[in-house]
């Protein structure tokens, strides 16, 4: 298995990316990497075995509209790291997934333009994981990438997460919740109504472990393995969890640093409090998937360390290794047979 | 000022609510309650200075369809509070604002139906608080009346939600966000693009305190003072934070109930948790408001004992003192004057 990764993505580059790649290949034994950047951003790395690196003129800005990335930065490492996944003139696939950390929009944006999506996907969409109290975590999408979904879509993003959570976490049959402001099939809009009937009925023929509808709440109960929603809904609900937990984070410390005493008990606690960062600590399960593509792009956080970037590395090498795009396509093939034809979606 | 309380509502009914109320009495020395419930419950409070019994022989339970509360409870609690709003044949009207723990879509129903809205509101919507990172609280609305909505509906909930900040929080001139997915005025779905350019051209005028998009996380930075949003993602975000918040708290108990060695460290850190519990404990600013209505409704948490109650009647109380009523409704008038006529809404 070859990843292709973007060396120069990210807040902070090759000085994040490179050692990433380094404890990568020393954990992967059998992983091969292809370092996309800068000739002279990339030197330190050159004399590495299990490693090509493959030369990019330039770089997208974390700031750059999409379509500087998509039409005048034609040699970007994001855009050269994104063509490995393609065949070339003589059929060859350089790389089994591609890394980066670099904008989300126009990472999806080449993503699209250039790999296209998978047969019967109109859009493809941004699924990332959260813990939850089960001690597990729950899959999530689409966090983004569709702001207006229809219900053909909510159902496409189902299967496509039911195969992500399939490959990755192990889980053959994961079960699939679609995220609603309650628990009766008559709650929520039309398109969320109409999405539900559409689970449900790929529930009963088998393609998904369809449950019903989750609340907001569920994401961190566990509920479900899987949360469908729309790219509005799922982003607003992403970014709400990021807040709350910086606030009370934030509320944490300032009761601890309050006065001599709590800082005194601060201390005995930091152990404690230490694990409990652990555990939820973003970093941990860094690596959001492009889905719906002819290719495996993953994206990690822009501001990722060397430890986040290396979680997006392993999320990306075990979804290669478990033939997560086979996967994809094979259920989709499987549930959209069996489905009414899909509205051909203008967007697409 | 005087308070209707549905003494029957929520969970718990009487063996919360009166405590409550007792302890409001006692609280507020220029108080007067209507206590609305089924004689026999209410007897404790029957000899209660500065509180009238007003008997109800129904119960709309938790788990009521809205037709139930609507159609065939005609003499239930909940109804004969909110009736207390209403102006009697001699021109009377008994209470100033109505309390009630029952549940949210009969209560809605049932003020949206015995009170109708106010001129220029199509849609009365749900308001309440989130405590932020600047030791302040942010007013959220809509968390859940209204799923689909136009950006006139926003728009009106901006300046609903203006007036709400203005009487209970006493700042004048709150600050507003239109939640979205991204800083940048091209973001989101058409609604909220043109949403943002109603409030935007509010804002120009004086008529709120616009100040641009916000995303799920300044909700709980404190970056504005008030976050509007449709129902659907509003209710979506408040039900995800209780979520996290619930699995962090189980989260730090699990580490600290880990061995007998974090159990000690736990005992000598429960004044600070506690502290910090108390910060986060919802109970603190229980009681939303149902905007939009020729009435002022208060909605309890169902689940709510005597503190959190006391604390949706105390902000009900507040809200009717500062004339939380004539605020909406002056504010609703000089800002629709100045705007383009607001489609008719079918489902209004």
């Known amino acids: 298995m070859r990843l292709a990764v973007d060396c120069m993505g ?31 951003a990339l030197q330190e790395a050159a004399s590495w075995s299990r490693c090509t690196l493959v030369e990019a003129t330039e770089v997208v800005a974390m700031d750059d509209p999409v379509e500087v990335a998509l039409r005048r930065k034609r040699d970007s490492s994001m855009r050269v790291a994104i063509s490995q996944l393609k065949a070339d003139e003589a059929g060859v696939v350089r790389a089994d997934a591609c890394v980066s950390a670099g904008n989300t929009g126009a990472l999806m944006a080449l993503a699209r333009y250039l790999l296209k999506t998978l047969d019967g996907i ?90 019903g509808n989750v609340e907001g709440n569920d994401i961190f109960t566990g509920t479900v393995d899987l949360v469908v929603c729309d790219g509005f809904v799922g982003n607003v609900a992403l970014k709400t969890s990021e807040g709350l937990a910086h606030a009370l984070a934030q509320f944490i410390k300032e009761e601890f640093t309050r006065t001599w005493w709590t800082k005194l ?84």
């Open 10 to 40: 990210g807040d902070h580059g090759p000085s994040v990316t490179l050692p990433a790649c380094r404890a990568f290949l020393d954990s992967h034994p059998h992983a091969e990497l292809l370092l996309v950047g800068q000739a002279d």
């Open 265 to 348: 008990i601060a201390l005995a606690a930091l152990p404690v409090l230490g694990r409990f960062k652990k555990r939820v600590d973003p970093r941990g399960y860094n690596g959001a998937a492009l889905l719906g593509l002819r290719g495996l792009v993953f994206k990690s956080h822009g501001s990722a360390d060397a430890m986040a970037f290396g979680n997006a590395l392993a999320r990306a090498y075990d979804a290669a290794r478990n033939r997560l795009l086979d996967q994809v396509h094979d259920r989709i093939v499987e549930t959209l047979e069996a489905m009414p034809a899909t509205p051909a979606d203008a967007a697409a």
């Open 122 to 211: 109109d859009r493809p969409a941004i699924a990332s994981v959260l813990p939850n109290e089960k001690g597990a975590f729950t899959t999530m999408l689409d966090l983004g990438a569709n702001v207006d979904c229809t219900p053909e879509h909510l159902l496409q993003f189902a299967v496509m997460g039911s195969a992500l959570v399939a490959a990755i976490d192990g889980k053959p049959d994961p079960t699939v919740g679609l995220l609603n402001i309650g628990a009766e099939v008559i709650k929520g809009s039309e398109v969320i109504k109409r999405a539900g009937e559409l689970l449900r009925a790929a529930g009963a023929d088998g393609h998904i472990h369809y449950i």
